[in-house]
């Protein structure tokens, strides 16, 4: 486990050795052409002082590191010429924000030489485009970029990404989407921070609370321990709705609490964690029964999973374990084959089995899901929950990939599929009606593909039953808050 105690602000980034090697790849990837690639600005919240926290881009963090606003990147493919654009810090500002390094040092640190202000961007992109040269960027997910790189280039804002290299999103997705060693120990790093999250979620919950006197708690981990959380935190006893962030609910005895949490290490690699557990410490025999299937398809996908197998597979394997046990109890009928290769489990478990992890929460995603999890082999498939799967294709050793089965009961779901009578033949909806108000389940953990297998990253957080009890013990929460 890595430790930041020692560390003082600044120091924290990887080796100069790892930006510069990451650029030479992508200059061998992309062989000809100017690469932009731009930091993000600060983005104000209600008036243009109050700015949001600052969240740097997660490619200009992987190539150069800096977790600054306001610099732009370039690399030049043909001469290996590498750019950092920004401007210094003037009087006026040093007066509110204290001393700040200068765009010259920030780029010593990724081991760029050349600094240039932010004025004399567009005389190279200008320069670039006169001689015909190929003027690579990624698609921009932020207005305030969109019209950054419509200024350099002379596109409209709103075309933009029209003119996304393709060639850049797919070299970037081949260098990202491998982890080193280094990148992986970030991500255990937030990992260790969601083990503090979890920990604390179990022990604070109680019946009587409302969400957000916990989930306030759970969040304040990220930021005391890393660099915030990597997305906005589900803490729900309406865990059926998959990314509920809202937390008004009062939570009672006999509710289950859904808490899908992550945090940002300090070079901001992300973690991403699900639990469930009962709010007054004891499951019911009907929430332990729909949890051991959760759980037995999260294994049992974890099981499944090493280098040249598809997590396409991996995801079917969750669904019939799924679907197998909803037979098991008399919610689900018929062949389970068959059900579950025309979606019927979908009903229960309507999203993807996973997603990758790292600099983002969902990896890479603002480059385009389908370059980043399907292929010309594999194409996204149109039904209903399968057709969110975000990762289709083969594992390979360095991937780091979510994996969250989960078991829902959506009443508006539910209702409009009973209404068509749809796969009445594998779904019993008599049974269902006692379920109405069940909520939801899901079980998500981060795992490492190895050479030979794969490794569930972090120290284990509570799952099995008697474990997730015996943390939501009121005897133990005593001990510990009085
Ligand atoms: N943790 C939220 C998600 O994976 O979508
Ligand atoms: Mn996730």
């Known amino acids: 486990m890595l430790s930041y105690k020692k560390l003082k602000f600044g120091a924290i980034m990887f080796d100069v050795k790892t930006y510069i090697r990451r650029r030479e790849i992508l200059k061998k990837k992309i062989k000809s052409g100017i690469i932009i690639l731009p930091g993000n600005e600060e983005i104000p919240m209600n008036y243009p002082a109050n700015t949001y926290r600052f969240r740097q881009d997660s490619s200009f963090l992987y190539y150069f590191g800096l977790d600054v606003p306001n610099l732009i990147g370039m690399i030049d493919a043909d001469s290996g010429e590498e750019i950092i654009f920004g401007n210094d810090f003037e009087l006026d500002d040093i007066i509110w924000m204290g001393p700040q390094p200068t765009v010259k040092s920030l780029a010593a640190k990724s081991g760029v030489k050349k600094t240039f202000t932010l004025s004399k961007t567009k005389d190279f992109v200008s320069a670039a485009i006169l001689a015909g040269r190929k003027v690579h960027f990624l698609p921009q997910y932020h207005s305030r970029n969109q019209m950054t790189l419509a200024d350099l280039t002379g596109i409209m804002p709103k075309c933009i990404n029209e003119h996304k290299s393709v060639e850049l999103i797919k070299a970037v997705i081949e260098q990202r989407l491998i982890k080193s060693s280094e990148e992986v120990k970030e991500i255990e790093y937030a990992l260790g921070i969601s083990m503090q999250m979890h920990m604390y979620a179990m022990l604070m919950t109680s019946p009587g609370l409302f969400e957000r006197e916990v989930a306030g708690g759970v969040d304040g981990i990220t930021y005391a321990m890393g660099m915030g959380n990597s997305f906005p935190t589900i803490f729900s006893v309406h865990g059926e709705t998959l990314h509920n962030h809202h937390y008004d609910n009062l939570m009672k005895s006999g509710d289950l609490v859904v808490n899908d949490s992550g945090a940002e290490s300090f070079n901001h690699y992300a973690s991403d964690i699900t639990r469930t557990f009962p709010v007054n410490g004891k499951f019911t025999q009907k929430q332990k029964e ?14 499944k999973m090493k280098p040249g197998i598809n997590f396409k597979d991996v995801h079917m394997t969750a669904a019939k374990v799924i679907a ?34 790292g600099l983002d929460v969902h990896d890479l995603e603002g480059l385009g899901e389908d370059y980043i999890g399907y292929d010309e082999k594999i194409h996204r498939s149109n039904q209903f929950g399968l057709a969110y799967l975000r990762y289709s294709k083969e594992l390979k050793p360095g991937i780091v990939i979510t994996v969250e089965p989960g078991i829902y009961f959506i009443p508006q779901l539910i209702d409009l599929w009973k209404s068509e009578n749809k796969f009445k033949e594998f779904i019993n909806y008599n049974k269902l009606e006692s379920y109405r108000t069940f909520g939801g389940v899901r079980i998500e953990d981060d795992v490492l593909i190895t050479r030979t297998g794969s490794r569930v990253l972090g120290n284990p957080i509570p799952k099995e039953i008697d474990e997730v009890e015996y943390v939501c013990n009121e005897e133990l929460r005593e001990q510990y808050t009085t």
């Not at 037995?296 to 099981?303: F, G, N, P, V």
């Not at 919610?331 to 089995?353: C, E, P, T």
């Open 324 to 357: 197998s046990g909803l037979k098991d109890i008399g919610l689900m009928k018929g062949n389970i084959d068959d059900a579950v290769r025309q979606g019927a489990h979908a009903l229960f478990f309507s999203h993807g089995l996973g997603h990758n992890l």
């Open 290 to 303: 729909i949890y051991s299937i959760v759980l037995d398809a999260q294994l049992k996908a974890i099981q």
